[in-house]
């Protein structure tokens, strides 16, 4: 079984951080990129960044740059989005998924890229 778990999402205050985590099971994040996408309702889903597979190099889209950070434990073969001062904006079903095509991460890749999806995990942000 191969499978990519998400964990960390929850409902906080505007201003308030999270840390989402995904683990992966069934293969090695060493040899992918890991991308972290969000939908929200009404919306499509779009990238919120990623990671290169050495972890040496990342990427995100304007509006979570300065407040967002991805990073990576090999050792762990976890992969991570912090998510510092939320918006309400940020409010989405967050996915994780990795990519054995494109082990760089330099920007957004197609989704159709990637192999391996999480099961996504909520984030709300409300007063």
């Known amino acids: 079984q191969v499978k990519f778990v998400e964990s960390g999402g929850g409902s906080v205050q505007p201003g308030d951080s999270l840390r989402l985590s995904c683990a992966a099971d069934?293969?090695?994040?060493?040899?992918?990129?890991t991308g972290w996408f969000r939908q929200a309702p009404g919306k499509e889903r779009e990238s919120v960044g990623c990671i290169s597979s050495s972890g040496g190099s990342t990427y995100y889209t304007d509006s979570v740059k300065g407040r967002f950070t991805i990073s990576s434990d090999n050792a762990k073969n976890t992969v991570y989005l912090q998510m510092n001062s939320l918006r309400p904006e940020d409010t989405a079903v967050y996915y994780c998924?990795?990519?054995?095509?494109?082990?760089?991460?330099?920007?957004?890749?197609?989704?159709?890229?990637?192999?391996?999806w999480g099961q996504g995990t909520q984030v709300t942000v409300s007063s």
């Open positions: 069934g293969f090695f994040l060493q040899y992918y990129s």
């Open positions: 998924a990795a990519n054995l095509i494109a082990r760089s991460c330099t920007g957004p890749r197609p989704t159709h890229e990637y192999d391996y």
